[in-house]
């Protein structure tokens, strides 16, 4: 059975300040939640059109995405960057956006196998951005089998 690599991702262009690591200590719990909820309800929409358009493009392919996968976490700041955990913290409605829509099956290093996180500056706040983007092989089978 053939395999194609293929990158999956999801941009955001604000984190909602009671998701990261120091927001979540500050705000209310049902702030967190809806924030989180609104989060991952958007890219579960974009994920599910992404999605769609590869399962039309790869006729005879499965999801999700079989083994390794990695998960990239890119941020594109101005002003004070998010750290590594606050970042880690502020994607992971995302992440789980994946798993739900499912592009991959689970978020856990089982099958999450390298996780890296980059960041540049800018030079303007507009250009600021999160893309978490995940790579991983899709199967393609044989229709006649």
């Not at 990695?70 to 798993?99: E, N, R």
């Not at 092989?137 to 229709?143: D, K, L, P, T, V």
Request: net charge negative; glycine share 4%.
């Amino acid at each position: 059975m053939p395999y194609e690599f293929i990158d999956i991702s999801h941009t955001i262009y604000s984190v909602p300040k009671s998701l990261t690591k120091n927001g979540r200590a500050r705000s209310h719990w049902r702030t967190q939640h809806r924030e989180t909820q609104e989060l991952k309800e958007t890219a579960m929409f974009e994920l599910l059109n992404k999605k769609n358009i590869l399962e039309e493009k790869y006729l005879h392919s499965e999801f999700p995405l079989e083994l390794p996968i990695t998960a990239t976490v890119h941020q594109t700041w101005c002003g004070k960057p998010l750290d590594w955990d606050g970042l880690a913290s502020a994607v992971a409605p995302i992440v789980d956006a994946f798993t739900e829509v499912g592009i991959i099956k689970d978020d856990s290093p089982q099958y999450i196998t390298d996780y890296k996180m980059t960041a540049e500056r800018t030079a303007h706040r507009k250009d600021a951005k999160i893309t978490v983007t995940i790579n991983g092989s899709i199967c393609e089978y044989n229709a006649e089998s």
